[in-house]
Every structure is written in C-alpha cells, then in structure tokens.
C-alpha cells in the first residue's frame, strides 16, 4: 500500500536570506535537496520556521514553486497556508496545488479568538482547493484550540487528515485516537517526538532536522517502531536541541545551529532580533556538543 504524502518526517524549512535579506532561492532549493538527501520525507515551506509572515506574496509563491521544483521524485512538499481570511488560504492552497505540492498544512482563523464554526468554516473553505489538509493546532500562538472533539468533527466531515500537535499535551494523542479513529496524528514539536512518536503518531512536521536530518530521522523511525531502548539514548543526547523548537526564539535558534553545523542559516527579517548573548552563547554550546558527539 503506498503510504499517504503526509506520513514520514517533513520538515519545516528555515528560509535563508542574503546579507540585504531578500530570499535566497538558490540556497533554499539546495536545502531542500541536503534534507531529501538525509533520509527526510518532504518540507513544509512557509510555516513560522520560514517566516511566511515577512513575504511578499510574491515570495511566498515562489518559496513553494522552488521547494516543488527542487524535491526529487517521491520527496513530498506540504506548504503552510495560514493567512488571516478562509478565501486568501484557500488562495494560497490553490496555489500550492497549480505549483505541484502533495498537500497543505492550515492553521485555524488566527486574527481572532474564533469559535467553533469560524473554525468549520475556514477549514471548510480550504479544503474546496483539493488538497489533503492538515490541521496545525498552536493554541499557544493562534489561542484557537483544536480540541480533540473538534478535531473529530473536523474529521468526520472530511475537511482534515491529519494534525500537527502542538500543545506539548502527549496525553492528547490517546483522546484524538479515541474521538476521532483514522485521523493522523503528526508530531508537531521536536521535543515532545518519543513521547508522540511511540503514542501512534505518523509523521512529524519538525525543526531541527534543518541541522541534522539524518540523526533526527533516525530518532523519528525508532520512536514510531516502539524502540524506546535505543531511542532514548539519542534523545536525550539530542534534547537539550530539540528543546529550542518550542520556545519564542526557534527561529532564531535553529539557524544559528545551521550556522554552526556549515548549514547556511543566517539571519532573520524583522520583527525577529538577534538572539540574546545568552541564548547564543547556550545554543552554540549545546549544538557544538551535539556535533562533537557526531551526530549529522
């Protein structure tokens, strides 16, 4: 049976920018080839990770056509298509689908606190495009709660395939499993992987394989196979990393180990700084543990 394009590990691609911070496009088509490469699965272009909020909306369509013209065959590309309207997503999943991408990747309506049927009918309008969606719940950043309930009926309407669980709850994976059977349940941040990923999860829309995709693929195939004995030991070599995806300066902090493992990460475009000199000095020291360990 061929597996669904959304299963497997995705990663969320960093974006680099030259010094003057207009996008490097040759840079990123290369990423995407190093990450494929290194046993990965597929990217999701412009999520928060490749601060789709700064583009244009030029930008932002040639960032996915690049990552669909540089994924080899069988390599899957999943864009973010969060925008403030249901009518721009559907635009930009439209978009996705004229430019070749598998599926798409939808946060819920996030100007707003939206309820429960704002959030129906933007995934409703969505899922017109045609292409398999996967819910992004962050009710950290959107304050919009894809509850499992309302995963279930988001479900049992056929407007979702899967989610990417961000809450740090690992506890959620059983209730989403219960209320909603057949929904597929992605690994939404990179520290909470062994928990979700020995919980049933499918896939993993992850960070930090932007750095290291072969040790965090690893990581991913053995906590999805139930191998918690050999998993463990890589986990927590690679946590103190995988930690960083969580907190407010992810962005930040995964280019800056890029930079360091010879990735181009490079800087960021406003509103995001620089990293305090504490936080630098941190993950330069937790990443260079990292690869002196040997991990790639």
Request: charged content about 25%; overall charge negative.
């Amino acid at each position: 049976m061929t597996r669904p394009v959304w299963h497997g590990v995705h990663v969320a691609t960093a974006l680099p920018f030259h010094d003057d911070l207009s996008v490097d496009y040759d840079g990123y088509a290369e990423h995407v080839r190093f990450l494929a490469e290194g046993g990965c699965d597929g990217v999701c272009p412009n999520g928060s990770l490749g601060e789709y909020q700064t583009l244009t909306d030029e930008e932002r369509a040639r960032v996915v056509r690049t990552a669909v013209e540089a994924a080899p065959e069988g390599f899957h590309v999943m864009p973010g298509v969060a925008a403030y309207g249901a009518a721009e997503s559907r635009r930009w999943a439209e978009q996705a689908a004229e430019a070749g991408a598998s599926s798409v990747l939808l946060l819920p309506p996030n100007a707003y606190r939206a309820d429960r049927r704002a959030v129906v009918g933007h995934y409703r309008e969505v899922a017109k495009a045609g292409l398999p969606v996967v819910a992004y719940n962050n009710p950290i950043d959107t304050k919009v709660d894809l509850t499992p309930d309302l995963l279930a009926e988001l479900h049992q309407e056929g407007l979702i395939v899967g989610v990417k669980e961000f809450t740090g709850d690992v506890r959620r994976a059983y209730e989403i499993a219960e209320r909603a059977p057949g929904l597929d349940l992605l690994i939404g941040s990179d520290d909470v992987l062994l928990e979700l990923g020995v919980a049933g999860a499918v896939g993993w829309i992850a960070g930090y394989p932007n750095m290291i995709p072969r040790a965090t693929v690893e990581l991913y195939r053995l906590a999805v196979a139930g191998d918690v004995a050999k998993a463990l030991p890589l986990y927590r070599d690679l946590h103190p990393l995988l930690r960083w995806d969580s907190k407010t300066v992810f962005v930040q902090s995964i280019k800056l180990s890029m930079d360091l493992a010879g990735r181009r990460g490079g800087p960021c475009r406003p509103p995001r700084t620089a990293l305090a000199p504490e936080q630098a000095a941190q993950i330069t020291r937790e990443t260079r543990e990292v690869l002196a360990k040997g991990y790639r």
